[in-house]
């Protein structure tokens, strides 16, 4: 479904991020989860794609199996790293033909091991770039294209210490034919609220949805922040992860609550969407939705007539 009809039909989208598994093991680990979360009915889920496009295969077989197996709604992530022009119209023409409806268009990280990697040989120097092909891409069954969904970064784009000029950067992508942004996760609302006034100040308009990642381990909180190179953890989170840092059970407990006082407050603020960063486990996202009273997602998605 283009997203453009997601957003029209869903008072708040609700999405889930994967990564495509690397081993076999991962892989039936990832479907039995899938399967749990399926059972939630989000809007739409993305997988994302290795730094440098380095599981580009396992990203287009993840989807095409999401597409032909479950009845999720996949939008494969595309990042400009390491690839041609011809690799991205291949890609994109293999997903139109199974019938894949939106991408998000990423800048994307250099590959792992190659910190100096050259980005001259790239076809696209940066994401706006990658969201002006897409958007001229031809061969889609839909007369509308791919839908196209692009990066936001409440906290500020690590790439960019210059506020304003960031800003201009996700404009041009907007303008250049994005549909929604979905942003980077982010552990204080405050931050959200400023990024979203700032994006209605810079005249963008599309839909914004909210990132969330429940901490479930002090281990993957700090490989968190170095993979969106810096999240601020406010105080009073880390002060109670602190507390139970000796017991898992507990850092769970303490992330998963933190996380679902974060998405009232969001559905308090009528934000647009809510997009969980499962890192392909569905416990964390379920205790957030027993919590929140939900036994999946059709009240948040169909909440449009108690607004109106």
Known sequence: MHIRDIFAADHTTVSFE??????????????ENIAQLEALQPSFVS???????????????LVIRLKQT????PIPH?????????????ILENYAQAGVSNTLALGGDPPNGMPNYNRKSDAYQHAVDLVRFIQGFSGHPDSRGFGIGVAGFPEGHPGTPNRLEEMDHL??????????????????????????????LAGIRVPIIAGIMPVTSLKG???MAQLAL????????????????????????V???????QCLDLLDHNVRGIHFYTLNKSDATRQIYQTLGLRDSSKLRKSASNHH
Not at 18 to 31: H, I, N, W
Not at 49 to 60: K, V
Not at 70 to 73: F, Q, V
Not at 172 to 193: E, H, M, P, S, W
């Open 78 to 90: 595309l990042t400009c790293v390491c690839h041609n022009e011809a690799e991205i119209q291949e």
């Open 70 to 73: 479950t009845s999720l709604d």
């Open 230 to 253: 810096g999240a601020r953890f406010p105080a009073s989170l880390l002060r109670a992860l602190d507390r139970a840092s000796d017991d898992a059970e507990a850092v769970k407990h």
């Open 221 to 223: 909180m700090k490989r």
């Open 18 to 31: 994967f990564f495509p598994p690397k081993t076999a093991a991962d892989a039936e680990a990832l479907y």
């Open 171 to 200: 404009k041009a992508k907007v303008d250049a034919g994005a549909d929604y942004i979905c942003t980077q996760l982010f552990f204080d609302n405050r931050d959200f609220y400023d990024f979203r006034e700032r994006c209605e």
């Open 47 to 61: 997988v994302t794609y290795g730094a440098g496009g380095s599981t580009r295969e396992l990203t287009h077989d």
């Open 255 to 261: 992330g998963v609550h933190w996380a679902t006082q």
